[in-house]
């Protein structure tokens, strides 16, 4: 945002704080003004996803850790310092939730080294692992999460047919809302990257219909519609 944003905003309480325009928006058309306010706002966004995400594994793996530990399998597991620890250890110990853990952290390691298609591959092998595990939610929750990523790392690279992979995850009921709203989501920003309105609203609406009222990336959404209302129409939030 420009320097002197901070002498545009309305005073509190002031419903002008519901969409903020400035002298780059007066002429803009409606994709244009996407266009803008993706640009302004990608950087937060995705540190925002990406922090929330990351808390879930952090979460998914106490609960895969708590399984495990009577077996002394946690011990071997909080030993491994590197991705070829992880590794050798997913390969010892397969059908363990852990095993599909250590493997999620290859992936989420190779993922931070820009390494896009080792990643995905390591997702692909997390995944497979986690369904060779016990069918807890921490589990489901983290093959989903895993599908979701190697998706995730193919789009970034510009693999052909990543978006699809990605709404298989959004429109898969029986993923976690924070995971499939973190993917509804996704594909929405990629639709208004790409200067698709209609595709955007299609996911929006979803995140309203198919998601608990209290989902996590509800004023992610509302980010979004704020920078240009038409995006969204009426939905009938679902029932908690």
Known sequence: MPDDSSNKQPPAGDDRNLV????????????????LFWE??????VRGSVAIIVGILGLLAYYVWNEDRKEK?????TACQSNDARIAFAKKYAGKPLAALAQAEVGDELKKANKLDEAAKAYDEAARLAGLADK??????????????????RQEAGVAGAD??????????????????????TLANIAIAKNDPATATKWLNAMDKKLRADHVWSQDKDSLVRSEPSL???ATPAAK
């Not at 903020?20 to 266009?35: Q, S």
């Not at 302004?40 to 966004?45: D, E, L, T, Y």
């Not at 709404?167 to 509804?184: E, I, K, Q, S, Y």
């Open 136 to 153: 807890s939610p921490a589990v489901l929750a983290l093959g989903a999460r895993t599908r979701l990523y190697a998706a995730l790392a």
């Open 232 to 234: 969204i129409t009426p």
């Open 20 to 35: 903020i325009v400035d002298e780059d928006f007066v002429n803009a058309d409606t994709e244009d003004r996407l266009w």
């Open 164 to 185: 699809a992979a990605i709404a298989a995850v959004a429109d898969d009921a029986n993923v976690p809302d924070t995971l499939r709203g973190f993917a509804m989501l």
């Open 40 to 45: 302004r706002n990608k950087a937060g966004i």
């Open 73 to 77: 399998v946690g011990d071997e597991y």
